[in-house]
């Protein structure tokens, strides 16, 4: 599903974001990515998802080779690819029925199917109650539940996260990557990206680790 051979990222000005990384996320599996702040993670998503491009070596996501994906067919790519930031990224003037809507709207689709699948998106992440709510009412943790709900309203085979636990306390960090289990449960192929070790160890799940831009592990939990 998610393919990185000798991958590197290079900014202008010669920071090495990224050095020859080499991984393979098999369709349906849920990873961990850790590291220390500045190792590369959020790095590695936005290659995933085409907000920047490799430097050298080659990505593939769901059979695509994004070093020859052409500019006009990225839009089509992210339909493929739920991701959620730390700073969740909401739009404070809509409501949060309006938030998770968004892609759907930007995709086409009729305003009958928005409606069920903003519902049912809120439903799964127990915020169907708050749909006419603004998303400056909310907490911390439900912000995040929003933007889960979003990555997730288009049915993405992908789900990437960026430090959705960052901001939690440990009660509600366990509760949001309960949630991304239970996408993973149906099918979906997931990467989180966290320095929470703590938390990610309990989970037992494949674990990739940078380190200054260097992959320098990739453990499997002991069954």
Do not use: C, W
Request: charged share 20%.
């Amino acid at each position: 599903m998610i393919l990185f051979n000798k991958v590197s990222k290079r900014y202008p000005g010669g920071y090495k974001a990224l050095i020859q990384v080499n991984f393979h996320l098999k369709r349906g599996e849920m990873t961990f990515l850790t590291g220390h702040s500045g190792a590369g993670k959020s790095t590695l998503l936005r290659l995933i998802a085409l907000i920047e491009r490799n430097s050298s070596g080659q990505i593939v996501v769901g059979g695509q080779n994004l070093s020859r994906l052409p500019n006009h067919h990225i839009p089509y790519l992210r339909r493929k690819i739920g991701m959620t930031f730390q700073e969740h990224r909401l739009l404070f003037d809509r409501t949060v029925f309006d938030n998770v809507a968004l892609p759907l709207v930007i995709a086409g689709f009729r305003h009958q199917e928005i409606r069920r699948r903003v519902r049912a998106a809120l439903d799964k992440v127990g915020l169907l109650n708050k749909e006419k709510s603004y998303p400056i009412t909310l907490s911390g943790g439900q912000q995040q539940r929003v933007g889960i709900a979003r990555a997730v309203v288009n049915k993405p085979p992908i789900l990437l996260a960026d430090e959705p636990t960052g901001n939690l306390d440990p009660g509600l960090a366990r509760e949001i990557m309960n949630l991304f289990v239970q996408f993973n449960q149906v099918g979906v192929t997931v990467l989180i990206a966290s320095h929470a070790l703590g938390l990610i160890k309990s989970m037992g799940y494949r674990t990739l680790i940078l380190q200054q831009g260097n992959l320098i592990g990739d453990t499997y939990p002991r069954r």
